[in-house]
């Protein structure tokens, strides 16, 4: 097992925060790139609200100045980076005077918990699925079955959502078609009524993400399982007449699942933006609405804010794969040395 | 033994889970009213209303249910019913307005509601120097002081002459008006920021018949407060409604499903195919009419503005030429599937409206149903444009047309696809130029960014007509490039015309509500907008709103119109209070 070299510790965390520095300039010019600005995009949807308003252009100066948006774009980055420093993301303008922070972590434990349970479901599931299609001792019905259900993988998840919302909640009324858990009806807190309430309200969205994307799982299995059927030790098992499932099980998966393991710890990253449509289409109080909403209403602090909370993800993530693997798989050693 | 221990960890753990189980009281489905809505709630914990966050959540419940306005204006006679005020009077000048406030009404906490609260909540939006919160520009322009008479008494000294003062800011002209806030719990606090929220605290609090119950960016429920001071006032009884619902719901889809399944009472505005899926699923939906248009005429009727400063539309006879080669009831036939009618003029068609209308009308300078295409070939011809094959040009340079249209609503872009048919078929080379909402609303309108832009932007007046009329004055001139002040006159109007048309309409912006001479002027400063065409009216805009009467019934219809139907306005307090359970 490799220890990891000081030089390439170092190496690896200043790569770490330079992609940070330079992932936080691009979302800070990549809004305002578009034409208008959020402060004219509020004022015109209160009109739209109100059929006009008067003295907007006093409105518009007013807020332009409480967002500092009347300053210099490099006056703005700087002041944007110090905040980033502190992780102050400022104000949401859509929705004034609720920071930021406040925004994101009232959203963020819904996607989480429920994005994590949905990728972990289909890790599992999609590996099973891909390990089964390889071994010699599945029944052909089995092997047959599974590519059919794999016809989900071609569609977007917003259809898959779109499916089960229609047949689900409405048409056979199983499942609620929207919110987080019923509101008003059960308590939030740590007791059964509410823990019965999410477990109910999640299942139509994640299967919805289950659905189109444990076949990625499968085939990247399978793939692997191929390689590792070739291998001599497998001969060398056979032919000791160890038990088939001892065989799947230690031989094969075991030593098939190890570059899935890398591509599942990337995917974390990618965890909290993966899913906007669907938690757009089961109204699902997380991350991916809030970022789909901040984009409509141009609201530049909740897209900085969600934007560098999910570069930061990806990074870390990135990060500590790379620290972590001479220890996942000890044939590898950090920085090329061997 | 280990075993044993993690069962009894269990079994404990299990007990302490059932012991905190705490429901909310249940209210059966047919003491609930459900309503659907659309908008974005980022921060469900903020009842600030003159905030954008606060200001987001007061059409889900705050406004319709806990905060209630000081008068309502009936869009079908014109009169303002009083509801927390009896009365607002003007001095002879227009520029003193006395509000007399209703006797024994009261914060749901039970501190009574006077003048004191009135004056707290203008004096705090005089002090805004930020003049970020809603309406606080709006009473720095207006408002020089204001000042409590005794407890039921308010007088407001004005900058300046304004007979619309009460109708434009405290009797829902359109959507809001200025809520007034419990001086009793606000003082003392910053009004940029504080969020009027604690659940503990009981807070927010209104003088309304309903409070909070729960919160969620998905969900708002009010439960009724039984001791409502309206009822003990000889006011109104009680709403029937135990208990509200405003449910966030995010398509059509959804919308067509929730109330076919009777899972809400009424939905925001949907598709004429979607209402009839709507009402073969469940005959218990209706609308405000019974037969086609069955929707009822929001205030924003649609149009299109030009931008005179640009070749060759800087023309008044090439923009008369557009106007003609418009067709209305083709975009009503096309575009909205008959559930519209067409506009004679720039103003909605509401029963308050129609003494303006028809004198426009009858002057000669309203629009007609359907196209003179031949008159439009003949005024683009005299311009100097000849037809060759399918397009007119001029120098040989083809003419063009660009039509900006937000990309928000299929109802836009539809009626678009039509217009830029009928300028086709006539010889102009024309096209839409979609572009998001932000970018209408942020830069392209305001800026005149833009050939001819379709949208509502004379959107105004429903009971008096100066509000739209005044939007084209030259007041709001501004170079192109730069944002017109209020979204106004972005098509840059400015002409002799233009500057006769202003003066007509300034004079019309002085005289009272009601006054006879306003229906001449009206006419007067119509007739600028005839000769030179600044913009082009074309349809009524369309609200088609289901409500289900399987729980309840006494809903806002054409023929039962106690008020206009729009449910997330602040004049809901009076569908609340008319709503009857079926049963």
Redesign the interface.
């Known amino acids: 097992m490799g220890k990891i070299p000081r030089s390439y510790l170092l190496r690896r965390l200043g790569i770490f925060f330079l992609t940070i520095w330079f992932a936080a300039t691009i979302i800070f010019i990549i809004p305002r790139l578009a034409p208008g600005d959020p402060i004219s995009a509020m004022v015109g949807d209160m009109t739209q609200a109100g059929g006009d308003v008067e003295n907007s252009q006093a409105i518009i100066e007013g807020w332009r100045a409480r967002f500092g948006l009347d300053k210099s774009l490099p006056e703005q980055y700087v002041r944007y980076l110090g905040n980033l420093l502190t992780l102050d993301f400022g104000y949401s303008i859509n929705a004034f005077p609720t920071p930021v922070g406040e925004v994101i972590a009232r959203a963020l434990p819904w996607t989480l918990s429920l994005l994590l349970l949905a990728m972990v479901l289909t890790f599992a599931i999609g590996n099973f699925l891909g390990a089964i299609l390889m071994w010699r001792y599945t029944p052909r019905l089995v092997k047959m079955f599974i590519p059919v259900t794999m016809v989900f993988t071609s569609i977007p998840s917003v259809l898959a959502a779109l499916f089960l919302l229609y047949n689900f909640a409405y048409v056979l009324g199983w499942f609620p078609d929207a919110n987080a858990y019923n509101v008003g009806e059960v308590v939030p807190g740590f007791n059964l009524a509410f823990i019965g309430s999410v477990i109910r309200h999640g299942t139509l969205p994640a299967l919805a993400i289950i659905l189109v994307s444990f076949g990625y799982w499968t085939l990247g299995m399978r793939g692997m399982m191929i390689t590792v059927e070739g291998e001599d030790y497998m001969q060398l098992a056979r032919a000791k007449g160890l038990a088939p499932f001892y065989v799947l099980y230690r031989y094969m998966i075991r030593n098939a699942i190890l570059p899935q393991v890398t591509a599942f710890a990337i995917t974390l990253g990618t965890l909290v933006s993966g899913q906007v449509l669907v938690e757009y289409v089961f109204q699902y109080p997380g991350m991916g609405k809030v970022i789909y909403e901040a984009i409509l209403a141009q609201d530049f602090p909740v897209i900085q804010g969600a934007s560098f909370f999910l570069i930061t993800m990806t990074a870390l993530a990135v990060l500590l794969v790379d620290l972590l693997y001479p220890y996942i798989d000890p044939r590898i050693s950090a920085g090329g040395e061997s | 033994m280990k075993v044993k221990a993690i069962f009894s960890v269990l079994v404990v753990a299990l007990l302490?889970?059932?012991s905190?189980?705490?429901?909310?009281q249940?209210v059966p489905r047919e003491e609930t009213l459900i309503f659907d809505f659309d908008r974005?709630v980022?921060?469900p914990e903020?009842y600030?209303p003159f905030?954008?966050?606060g200001?987001?959540n007061r059409g889900n419940g705050a406004h319709q249910a806990m905060w209630e306005p000081l008068f309502i204006l009936n869009y079908e006679t014109g009169e303002i019913d009083p509801w927390l005020g009896t009365a607002m009077e003007s001095n002879e000048g227009l520029d003193v307005w006395t509000l007399s406030i209703r006797e024994g009404v009261a914060w749901s906490d039970g501190e009574a509601f006077n003048a004191e609260d009135v004056v707290f909540t203008i004096e705090m939006l005089l002090g805004d120097e930020?003049?970020?919160l809603s309406n606080a520009?709006?009473m720095?322009?207006w408002v020089e002081s204001v000042e409590a008479v005794d407890d039921l008494t308010v007088q407001f000294n004005l900058t300046g002459p304004n007979p619309r003062f009460q109708v434009?800011f405290f009797a829902v002209?359109?959507?809001?008006s200025i809520l007034i806030m419990p001086e009793h719990i606000w003082a003392g606090e910053d009004p940029?920021?504080y969020?009027f929220f604690d659940a503990e605290a009981g807070l927010p609090i209104g003088t309304g018949p309903y409070t909070l119950?729960?919160s969620?960016?998905?969900?708002f429920?009010w439960d009724r407060n039984d001791d409502w001071w309206g009822v003990a006032a000889g006011f109104e009884d009680l709403p029937a409604p135990s208990r509200l619902?405003w449910?966030?719901?995010?398509?059509e889809?959804?919308r067509v499903?929730?109330i076919s399944?009777d899972e809400i009472d009424v939905a925001n505005s949907v598709s004429l195919v979607a209402f009839e899926i709507i009402q073969a699923n469940n005959p218990n939906v209706i609308a405000w009419e019974n037969d086609l248009p069955y929707s009822w005429a929001d205030?924003?009727p649609r149009q299109l503005d030009i931008n005179t400063t640009i070749a060759p539309w800087d023309n008044a006879n090439m923009r008369e030429a557009l106007s003609l080669i418009v067709d209305r009831e083709e975009i009503v036939e096309f575009a909205y599937e008959g559930t519209t009618q067409p506009s004679s003029t720039m103003f909605v068609q509401y029963g308050s409206m129609s003494p303006f209308i028809d004198a426009v009308v009858e002057a000669g300078y309203g629009e007609t149903p359907t196209a003179d295409v031949e008159a439009a070939q003949a005024l683009i011809e005299a311009e100097g444009w000849t037809l060759n094959g399918d397009f007119y040009e001029k120098d040989g340079e083809t003419l063009t047309l660009n039509v900006l249209v937000n990309n928000a609503s299929t109802e836009y872009t539809n009626t678009v696809d039509v217009l830029v048919e009928q300028f086709v078929d006539a010889g102009i080379d024309a096209a839409a130029r979609p572009?998001d909402?932000?970018?209408?609303?942020?830069?392209?309108?305001?800026t005149g960014d833009y050939e001819v832009a379709y949208g509502w932007l004379s959107?105004?007046s429903?009971n008096e007509p100066w509000?739209s009329m005044n939007?084209y004055t030259t007041n709001f001139l501004a170079p192109v490039g730069e944002?017109a002040?209020?979204?106004?006159n972005t098509g840059r109007w400015d002409s002799e015309a233009a500057e006769a048309y202003t003066a007509v309409v300034e004079e019309i912006g002085t005289l009272p509500l009601g006054d006879p001479a306003i229906v001449d002027l009206v006419v007067e400063a119509y007739s600028y907008i005839d000769a030179e065409t600044p913009i082009i009216p074309l349809v009524q805009a369309t609200k088609l709103l289901p409500y289900s009467t399987t729980f309840w019934t006494n809903w806002p219809t054409a023929e039962n119109n106690f008020n206009h139907p729009a449910f997330w306005w602040n004049s809901a307090h009076q569908i609340i209070h008319n709503v009857e359970p079926a049963s």
């Open positions: 302490a889970v059932v905190t189980v705490a429901l909310a249940d974005t980022t921060d903020n600030n905030t954008p966050a200001n987001t930020t003049a970020t520009a709006d720095q322009q434009d002209r359109v959507v809001n940029l920021t969020t119950t729960s969620d960016s998905t969900r429920m619902i449910e966030s719901v995010a398509t889809d959804s499903q929730l399944n205030p924003c572009v909402n932000s970018t209408f609303w942020g830069a392209a309108a305001p959107c105004s429903v509000a939007r944002p002040p209020g979204i106004n």
